[in-house]
């Protein structure tokens, strides 16, 4: 308690000293007022722990008072003259318990303070700072306040969806894969086909499972190609394979590996499929789809399946990168290829979102073609030569004819191109007559018809010549004529006509003909076509007419059967004469036609009714010669030997002599120039000087038909040359025609990789000598009931005895792993293996066992299929063949039957790998009849070194050794050689013989009386080979064919061959590759967990402006686009025509919660409300972002939808959100774009929202900091408490019930919101968990769910997010409320000492002031905010709205200046006039406010007499607290309560205490 005391300074000072207390100190009356200062000392207010003083209060204050007397005297010896001055004591008392009362709450309120900032400190942590810091850079935040154009924020658009891919872990940015290709990205129209040979493209179209995906626009029945690989650029038809789009959904593929080698159309050379059904093409672009698996192709369009069809072969892929794209007429907006088949789920999320969910949710990118310049000029010279490719390849090929011959006579030819060899030519050897039956030409007449009436020697039958010597000239009768009578024509006199040719007849000729037309012909008269019977050659068709009701009518018709060869017997452009009979069988109604005698047809009259063929001669009758009448298609070619048999109708052995036995009589050769089988062969051994083989000639000859003119070449090479064709024949019964695989083959190896011998290529390749040969076998495998039929009982072993030998079975019904324990088997019960060899070696002879005796001839060139482990190991199920409906059972009981056999196939060079040591192709291949036990029947392999050969080896099983052939020539390297073996052919003297043909080049060996045959009655089980080859189908025939018709077959055959590059990979590379990603490290901090979203609330177009002007100027904008722009020629879209809004409007009403009638589609999506968000309560549309930003079209409603304009002028709102996690932080963070559009200007802005895992040590610790908030909230209730029941909360002032509302207030508050934070923090880890799990778990891949199934299971999980975020933004937002009212509660405790109570004291002194001017100020600020927005929002965006304006006036307030200021005069008038009042004067008189109240302040702390330096004072206080409980001293309240009453008194002595 303060003590004024009266007396010396020192005796004062002692007592003060002692007593504890320190007070100001004023002397007695006196003293001098010099000597009055305030000064520190030592004084005491006491009170005591008697609990009888607390029960009385007025007993309480006597005895205080007394107790303080006597301890005054008692101690400081003070006598009565020594007095308190009430007024500072009491200033001193209240101070203290000011004092004290508010640093116990301040304390208490700074420590809540202090907790609550750190327990928020661990929510929060830096790492939500350094996160936000991240994801502003990666995702350019900050370049936001830069957009204000619709363009710009499209743009930034497409950034943020490129940097959104960088975090997401399993996007394209880190793996990569050329495998899956967006081959055409920009929609892009097509006048003609693009041929695109990019470096490094490449996409394995030869995978198990592929998939093609285009957006196209073509017009309706249009056929385009869409894209393809084709074989070679001189035939555009054939692709390797080939995707066309049209009326009939097409994929044609395998023109490189074609299997079918007798191929029934003659031309084809490529699998073609095509839809059952025309696909209907809608109007606009669509999707279209291809799914290719290994067995089966499907056409998709839009979302449904068009086409279903089953491959008969898988597809594969040629060698080579260019790739054919679009067509004429095509519209293609996006082409793409996906390594696994599409199902029908992805193809609708495509359709839907131009991508499937997964790739979009992974952040998965189709690898875009990115064109060099080198890459586009290479195309474009491709285009500008595709045109003269094949002229220009023609021409090469004739330029190389020149060398082709040296020092070879080359005949001149004639007009005819043919030379001459002695035939006559019609001229004017007949006398022009006086009078001519026709009119337009001039014409001759053949006389003397009649008198060659004659029996003919080899026929037997009599006929008339047709080719009379008159005609002839003087030349031998039966010489050849050459008919070219063109405005010349013949007729013959009726008057020598035979009258009557009967109602049978034959008409018998040799001809050449060179163009369709009539041969001979009797008309009624020479002006009209109306003939009695007329002979006509046409094509490939013999017809006869006659005339019925005054109309010729194709009487009947006769062409060469379907199947045989157009080239080889074709009647127009034959290089050769042939034999024609036409009999004509009135009674039997038939007419008969023959070929090189032998029929090729006949047919029945056409005509109904009986009549009769021939007509009497009248006067008007014309008998026409090389034409019809009146004058027109006149026959052009050679004839010999016209003959007409009447009333006769010739036989087939009357025909055939004459085909057979005719001769010419000035040479007295046979006429027949064509040969029969096995008459003539070429010599494949012939070389000409620039050593070209037959081959050459055949393949050169429809390019340069000159070629062949030399006498050695036609003489070598006959059929090659065509010097002569094959004969006409009947065909024989159908062979029994079996293949081993339908498609080339590429058959590989594995090499040794230890072996010294091989060597090695630049590039590190391993060439294998014999020695590391690895071998290969394929089994062949039944599919006549569609599954194997093992049986139980057939796998029971086989004994060492001989009756359990017998007990095979056969490989068509076993699996690989039981054929080779069957073979095991049986070589264990059999003798050792190794004996054979070891006899081997002894004899001289060739061993019984030819496989054996080829291992010990050859070493390491064949496989040893006595060695079990060899055979285990040789198995390769990739190139096991098909055996369908078991051919080879009934095929070898045929072979058996017939005795003969034709074993056919090509083969050539796969790779480096398939040469030897020596860079030598020479592979081996041996046909197994049956593989339990192994049994050889044949051995084809190629030798190289100085003397190179292709041999065969024949193994039998009773001779003393196997039959052996050999053909001394190398295979090619770079070409395919085409190896033929027969069994049973027949020789010039009609013995049986074996024959080894290769490429042409054949030897015969002796006919084996037997060969190897299977045990099982199966012809083939097994093929093995060596060295990796492509290999044709392998044709097995069941006849013997000649060398001719194998020479014949690889000529026709060799130029196709020669295009066929074979699959570019084997089926077991094909089938096992797997497709690696080259994948980058993932580095960022976060990552994605849902793909961005991407929403915008639009306005609706509309017509009615909020101002007549403008309804009358869209009206009349789009009545003047519809009357400039769309009348003929032109025209416009439906849209346009239909909708004025398509070209200008205005803007309609918002979408709103409530606007259930305003929601039209937008790029085919219905709008929705959003539920959370910035735009929740409004109809919304969402994308992904990656569709709009990623793809250029999307195809909605079958309408090609730019994405370009996907924000327009009706977008009135968009927002972008974005979810990422950080592991390392257990943090999840939503990242909001967002944008307000208005009249094209954008004003856009972000905001970051987290949620963290508070787990572990985080937990524990806030825990504990939230279980001491609660504590610290318990005694801050407590206290107030306390006061209230001491004091009363009546009889306190309004500020203290304030105060004590406060405090209870925070401590309620406080503690609850803790608690609640505490569990929301315990259940944090498990929220985070669940919302990941839900965002993450999407099945986006799963075929089961439907699009709008994943789509709302994804929104689903994003709303759970957004309400969690919701909340945690409320607990934020609480808990910054909470913060600030304790912090403000610490403010006003700082009212409890004078010299930290100044920012209190000052508002509250200057509170009226503050008033007065805040309304001073508002009503200035405010006028000059409606000035500035009324004159100047339309022209400046810092006044473009109300809180515009304001937020500019604040800058203004602050000392800043508007950009534009100075550039007119109102906008300067207005800122200088702003700055002045608001800035000079207004906001100075608010600084004077504040000094003026901070003076009052000040003073007032001058003036008060009690007050020290607030720690000075805090310590006294302290140090007052500890005596007080120590002495047990009255409290300061109680003194107090004793001295505010007496007021009178100006001092207090002794004894008043």
């Not at 005895?63 to 004591?89: E, P, S």
Request: negative net charge; charged residues 20%.
């Amino acid at each position: 308690m303060p003590i004024v005391l009266s007396g010396t300074r020192d005796a004062a000072m002692d007592v003060l000293e002692d007593s504890g207390t320190t007070a100001p100190v004023q002397k007695n009356e006196d003293s001098s007022p010099a000597s009055t200062r305030k000064t520190p000392s030592t004084t005491s207010a006491t009170g005591f722990s008697m609990k009888a003083i607390d029960k009385n209060p007025t007993w309480k204050l006597e005895l205080a008072a007394r107790i303080i007397q006597r301890l005054v005297i008692k101690k400081l010896r003070l006598d009565n003259r020594t007095r308190l001055v009430r007024t500072a004591l009491v200033e001193r008392l209240q101070l203290e318990v000011r004092l004290g009362k508010g640093i116990r709450l301040m304390l208490c309120f700074m420590a809540l303070f202090g907790l609550m900032i750190s327990a928020d400190v661990i929510e929060t942590s830096a790492a939500k700072l350094k996160l936000t810091d991240h994801y502003r850079r990666t995702f350019e935040l900050d370049k936001l306040n830069g957009i204000q154009k619709i363009a710009e924020l499209k743009s930034y658009l497409r950034n943020l969806s490129a940097a959104s891919n960088t975090m997401q872990v399993s996007s394209s940015s880190y793996f990569v894969n050329r495998d899956q290709v967006m081959i055409v990205s920009d929609p892009a129209f097509y006048e003609h086909s693009h041929y695109m040979d990019v470096k490094g493209l490449s996409f394995p179209v030869d995978a198990v499972e592929v998939s093609f995906l285009a957006w196209v626009q073509v017009d309706a029945g249009r056929r385009v190609n869409l894209l393809g690989r084709r074989l070679d650029k001189q035939v555009s038809s054939l692709s390797c394979w080939s995707w066309i789009y049209g009326p009939e959904m097409e994929f044609d593929f395998g023109a490189h590996d074609y299997g079918h080698l007798h191929d029934s159309h003659g031309s084809a050379d490529q699998e073609v499929i095509r839809t059952a059904t025309r696909a209907y093409h809608p109007p606009g672009m669509h999707l279209v789809v291809l799914v290719i698996r290994q067995d089966t192709v499907e056409f998709w369009q839009n979302e449904s399946l068009v086409g279903h069809t089953k491959l008969s072969r898988p597809v594969t892929d040629c060698i080579g990168s260019g790739l054919e794209v679009g067509g004429s007429g095509l519209l293609l907006g996006m082409l793409s290829f996906f390594p696994w088949a599409l199902g029908a789920a992805e193809i609708h999320e495509i359709y839907v979102q131009g991508n499937t969910l997964e790739f979009i949710a992974s952040g998965a990118e189709l690898f875009k073609i990115k064109e060099t310049g080198f890459d586009l000029l290479h195309e474009q010279g491709t285009l500008r030569q595709s045109s003269a490719e094949t002229h220009h390849h023609e021409s090469q090929q004739s330029r190389s004819v020149s060398h082709a011959i040296t020092n070879e006579v080359i005949y001149s030819l004639g007009e005819s191109g043919h030379a001459d060899d002695g035939e006559i030519r019609i001229s004017d050897q007949v006398p022009e007559l006086t009078t001519c039956p026709t009119k337009s030409a001039a014409c001759r007449y053949i006389e003397g018809v009649s008198e060659t009436w004659q029996m003919d020697p080899l026929s037997s039958a009599y006929f008339y010549d047709l080719l009379p010597p008159s005609l002839l000239g003087g030349a031998s009768a039966g010489s050849l004529v050459e008919v070219h009578l063109e405005r010349n024509r013949h007729a013959y006199s009726v008057a020598s006509f035979p009258s009557s040719i009967g109602p049978v007849w034959s008409l018998s000729f040799w001809a050449r003909a060179s163009t369709s037309g009539f041969l001979i012909g009797k008309f009624h008269d020479p002006e009209h076509d109306l003939p009695c019977w007329s002979v006509q050659i046409e094509g490939d068709k013999l017809k006869l007419f006659t005339s019925s009701h005054e109309h010729r009518v194709l009487l009947a018709m006769v062409s060469i059967p379907e199947g045989r060869s157009q080239r080889d017997f074709a009647f127009l452009g034959s290089p050769m004469l042939r034999n024609f009979v036409i009999v004509v069988d009135e009674p039997s109604r038939v007419m008969a036609a023959y070929l090189d005698g032998h029929q090729i047809g006949s047919d029945p009259f056409r005509v109904a009714g009986s009549f009769q063929v021939d007509c009497p001669h009248s006067n008007g009758t014309y008998i026409a010669f090389a034409h019809r009448t009146p004058g027109a298609q006149d026959f052009i070619g050679q004839l010999q030997q016209l003959r007409l048999y009447a009333n006769a109708v010739l036989n087939d052995s009357q025909i055939l002599a004459l085909a057979e036995s005719s001769e010419d009589p000035k040479t007295g050769h046979k006429l027949r120039q064509c040969f029969q089988s096995g008459e003539i062969e070429d010599d494949g051994s012939f070389r000409d000087e620039q050593f070209h083989d037959c081959t050459w000639y055949a393949e050169t000859l429809p390019i340069a038909p000159q070629v062949c003119l030399s006498d050695a070449v036609r003489t070598n090479c006959q059929i090659a040359c065509e010097v002569a064709r094959p004969c006409f024949a009947p065909l024989q019964p159908a062979a029994e025609v079996d293949v081993v695989w339908n498609r080339i083959m590429r058959l590989s190896t594995p090499l040794s990789t230890d072996s010294s011998d091989g060597r090695r290529l630049a590039s590190g390749s391993l060439i294998p000598s014999n020695h590391d040969r690895k071998f290969k076998l394929c089994l062949a495998e039944s599919v006549a009931s569609g599954r194997r039929q093992a049986s139980a009982g057939s796998t029971q072993g086989v004994s060492g005895s001989s009756d359990g030998l017998a007990e095979h079975i056969p490989a068509l019904v076993m699996t690989d792993s039981e054929v080779i324990v069957k073979s095991c088997q049986y070589l264990e019960a059999s003798r050792d293996p190794r004996s054979y060899v070891a006899e081997s070696r002894k004899q001289s002879l060739r061993p019984a066992d030819g496989a054996l005796y080829l291992l010990h001839e050859y070493p390491g060139m064949f496989q040893n299929v006595t060695d079990c482990e060899s055979l285990r190991q040789s198995i390769d199920s990739h190139c096991a063949f098909q055996v369908e409906n078991d051919w080879t059972k009934h095929f070898d009981e045929i072979v058996e039957r017939s005795g003969q056999l034709t074993i056919s196939f090509w083969v050539r060079p796969s790779s480096p790998n398939s040469l030897n040591s020596r860079g030598e192709f020479t592979p081996s291949i041996q046909f197994l009849a049956g593989v339990a036990p192994p049994e050889v029947f044949l051995t084809v392999w190629a030798e190289g070194g100085l003397f190179p050969k292709v041999a065969a080896y024949f193994h039998t099983h009773n001779a003393s050794s196997g039959e052996y052939l050999e053909v001394g020539t190398r295979l090619s390297l770079d070409d395919w050689t085409h190896i033929s073996v027969t069994f049973g052919s027949k020789d010039a003297k009609g013995h049986s013989e074996l024959t080894l043909v290769v490429n042409g080049m054949a030897i015969a060996g002796d006919f084996p009386e037997s060969w190897v045959r299977s045990r099982n009655a199966n012809f083939l089980e097994a093929i093995s080979f060596s060295s990796e080859m492509l290999i044709s189908p392998v044709e097995f025939r069941s006849t013997a064919l000649h060398v001719s018709d194998l020479q014949s077959f690889h000529y026709n055959e060799h130029a196709r061959m020669k295009r066929r590059t074979g699959p570019s990979r084997s089926d077991a590379e094909r089938l096992q590759a797997q497709l690696m990603y080259s994948r980058e490290p993932f580095q960022e901090p976060s990552f994605l967990v849902a793909p961005p979203i991407l929403q915008q609330v639009r306005i609706q177009k509309s017509t009615e402006c909020s101002s007549d002007a403008g309804r009358f100027a869209l009206e009349r904008m789009w009545e003047q686009a519809l009357s400039t722009r769309c009348h003929l020629p032109f025209t416009c879209d439906a849209d346009l025509k239909a909708d004025p809004t398509s070209l200008l409007a205005c803007g309609g009403a918002h979408r709103s919660r409530h606007d259930d009638d305003l929601a039209p589609k937008w790029f085919g999506q219905e709008p929705h409300v959003a539920l959370a968000g910035d735009l929740e309560g409004f109809h919304v549309y969402t994308e992904f972002l990656v569709s709009i930003t990623d793809m250029p079209v999307l195809v909605r409603e079958d309408r090609a939808l730019r994405t370009q304009a996907y924000i327009d002028q009706q977008t009135t709102h968009m927002a972008v959100q974005l979810v990422l996690f950080a592991p390392e932080h257990g943090i999840i963070s939503e990242v909001n774009i967002g944008g307000h559009l208005d009249s094209g200007n954008v004003e856009a802005e972000y905001h970051v929202r987290h949620i963290s895992s508070v787990e572990g040590l985080k937990l524990m610790a806030y825990s504990i900091l939230g279980a001491l908030v609660v504590l610290i909230c318990c005694v801050v209730m407590f206290d107030t408490w306390r006061r209230i029941c001491l004091q009363g909360f009546t009889s306190l002032c309004m500020t203290a019930r304030v105060q004590l509302i406060m405090d209870i207030g925070i401590g309620l508050v406080v503690p609850a919101f803790y608690v609640v934070r505490s569990f929301q923090n315990a259940a944090s880890g498990a929220l985070v968990k669940d919302m990941l799990r839900q965002l993450l778990e999407v099945p986006w891949s799963a075929d089961s769910l439907s699009y709008a199934e994943k789509e709302g299971q994804f929104f689903h999980a994003l709303h759970d997010l957004e309400i969690s975020l919701l909340t945690e933004t409320f607990m934020h937002l609480f808990a910054f409320f909470v913060s600030w009212a304790v912090l403000l509660r610490i403010m006003q405790l700082t009212s409890a000492h004078p010299r930290i109570a100044v920012l209190i004291n000052t508002v509250v002194y200057g509170f009226d002031d503050f008033w007065h001017f805040l309304i001073l100020f508002v009503l200035l600020f405010m006028g000059f905010c409606l000035i500035a927005k009324t004159l100047f929002g339309p022209e400046h965006h810092e006044f473009e709205t109300y809180g515009e304006t304001l937020k500019s006036q604040f800058l203004m307030c602050l000392g800043t200046v508007p950009d534009d200021f100075g550039t007119e005069m109102e906008f300067t008038i207005y800122v200088v006039v702003f700055n002045f009042v608001m800035f000079f004067l207004v906001v100075n008189f608010l600084l004077a406010i504040i000094v003026e109240s901070y003076l009052r302040v000040k003073q007032d702390i001058e003036q008060m007499n009690a007050e020290q330096e607030f720690f000075t004072d805090m310590g006294a206080v302290m140090f007052t607290l500890a005596k007080r409980w120590r002495h047990a001293w009255p409290k300061a309240r109680t003194i107090l309560r004793v001295l505010e009453p007496a007021v009178a008194k100006q001092h207090v002595d002794l004894a008043l205490l």
